[in-house]
């Protein structure tokens, strides 16, 4: 199982990159917020691997509080570019 544990971390090390690129480079407000969004999802998957590979079951009330946050962060972010008409 430990390969099989660091082939996940090394494609969520390059999807992390890749959204943080994203985050640096995007042309336009929505683009950013996606790509945090996004970047969000990495680290859950990361504790969501790394609890996996301890069998660790404390790790899931930090998934869960970290899904909600992000979740509640996304869509008031998103909220306030509706408003304000970024685009």
């Given at each position: ?10 494609g ?14 995007g ?12 970047l ?11 609890a996996a ?9 930090v ?8 979740f ?16």
């Open positions: 199982m430990t390969v099989v544990v660091w082939i996940c971390l090394v969520l090390t390059i999807a992390a990159g890749l959204c943080l690129v994203r985050l640096v480079r042309p336009s407000v929505p683009d950013r917020i996606v790509a945090l969004d996004a969000l999802l990495v680290v859950v998957a990361g504790i969501a691997v790394g590979a301890t069998g660790d079951g404390d790790f899931l009330a998934l869960v509080a970290v899904s909600l946050l992000g509640v962060g996304t869509v008031t972010v998103a909220r306030f570019v509706e408003r304000r008409g970024a685009a």
